[in-house]
């Protein structure tokens, strides 16, 4: 059991150790769905890259790389149902992929637009800019689950820094007082852009966090995606059975920088990150596989293909989109438009010329 | 004075290595301005010229940012404190407008809180979501603390050197697109420009334009484009403090020319534009010959990257500001 009711220790739960070894419990995961977990971590790896590489040919903003996360990312989002609701940040875009998010949907807003077609069923919140935010959201979601007496459960995602806004503090206080069904997980990838995780806290562990707010919490190995699959899938069904909130620390690391405007060669030691290379989350669950005969060096190559042709179709496709029209963004201010804006609108559109318009613009 | 073409991004970065020297009670804190120097590099270097025990990282908390600051400042220290993007100021509002703006007024005047918070802010350069916002109009309402937005290299260094100097909290707003749009001589020596004195960019007679910040380009280029297309001759004035504002140099200007534009990229309802036009009805009305006309973002969300541009005021629609209380 990684979920402690006090003390989460100072040892991460951990199911595979960096070489792919077998080293706790194994889940029970079918070889379809431990295949399906690699694939989606590949997809997660291959779509940062194709984001980044259009952000600098100009073809897309800002974008924050999940390289490194794709077992902490997948492994949380997984053992999720349809009904349940996740609210994250911008580094879980693979978390929002599992839970149904279009990739083209996904690529049209890193184009630096609002997707028109936001997938509401899906019960993903539009992934949070704002450090902690979404914290509270996820609380309010599942005390609402909960006041209803729907079976739900709604999980909140941040980093390591966001554990030290107020709103991640207040949140985790709501959800022991309310005894919400809500899994929060921290990130701790060990940065928050230049800020090392030891200078946002002094206490060994966030996820002791938990203990000053009466939350039971779990420390895990957060490259280790059997082990975030496992933990986080007894929290999401201790929430769902009315036991109340978890908190979760997953211990993993951003290779990348922080954000395309970023550059971490400034402030982080390269032989740091060359140490947190060899546990690759990718690479420790493709040699437990390779062990086991579930993954051939064939298999392999064609999720490599099927992964790059995927995220090609998607970004053709979001391509093909339309851009935002000039006067778009006076469109959800609110459910109707004050007089006052209707003016302001007709107003920008008296400086927009025929060529700016959707359509005709590339 | 030796004087040496900078970016403002430079200007800043020497008067804060100024203040650092010049007073051992200066402090800086805030997110990636230590060894980071800061994501737009208004900090770099100093960390390691001052050490971490006067310029140092927090952890990620821009409420804990202010109200430590206010502690700090009462203390006796002079923080400048760094707030990373001026949309995360909502993070510490209230600290900055309950606490920092009033512990004079609580206090009855035992106590003061000379602080100076620095947050970059202002659209066109494509950033994620609250990365552009301009939150100045929403401090109005904040008695106590004063608002500073320079335009150019030379009045962000001397600016900034006055708002370190104040007795009181300063909110000093960098314009994100002017960072390194372009160099201007400025005097390497410690120098203050005043606050609360807006500044005539250009003399005119016809009509007032007043601006501030990135505007301030922007307005220039209108007036240029007004004095070759309508022959009209502009005064330009840069605000430059934007709260309290300065009446008087708003009082002359339109008693001598009769028309006013202003322009600012935050939204129009309730801000700069409005206490402006506010400021022209009490004191020039019988000199006015037409309605104040404002120029100004819309009373929207900051938009997302893929259309901001439309969003912003150009020197097209400051033209036809211009255009129209020009009209007969």
Redesign the interface.
Known sequence: MAIHQIDPGLVPFQILDPEGNLVGEMPALSPERLLYFYRMMRLARAFSDRIIALQRQGRATTFGSLTGQEAATVGLAAPLQPQDWLATSYREIASLIVKGVPLSTLVYSFRGYTPPNWPAETRCLPYQIVIGTQIPHAVGLAMAAKIVGDPVVAVGVCGDGATSEGDFNEALNFAGVFRAPVVIIVQNNGWAISVPRHRQSAAPTLAARGIGFGVPSALVDGNDILAVYETVRQAVERARAGDGPTLIELLTYRLGSHTTADDANRYRDPAEVEAWRARDPIARLQKFLRRRDLLSEEQDEEIGASVLAEIDAAVREAEAMPPMAPDSFFDYVSASLPPRLQEQRAELLRFVTPSQQPGERH | MALRPMTMIEALNQALALELERDERVVLLG??I????G?FRVTDQLQRRFGERRVF?T??????IIGTSVGMAVYGLRPIAEIQFA??L??CMSQLVTQAARMRFRSGGAFSCPLVVRSPYGGGV??????SDSLEGVFLQTPGLKVVIPSNPYDAKGLLAAAVADPDPVLFLENIKLYRSFRQETPEEYYTVPLGKAKTVQAGEDVSLFAYGAMVPVALEAAQQAQRELGISVEVIDLRTVWPLDEEAIVSSVEKTGRAVVVHEAP??GGIGAEVTAIINEHCLYSLLKPVARVTG????Y?????ED??LP?P??VL?ALRQVMEP
């Open positions: 997110q990636d230590g060894l980071n120097g994501v990282d952890p990620l908390a821009e409420s804990a949309g995360f909502f993070l494509r950033t994620p979501e609250l990365h129009r309802a819309y009373d929207t969300p938009p997302v990257p893929g259309v439309y969003y150009t097209a629609k036809a």
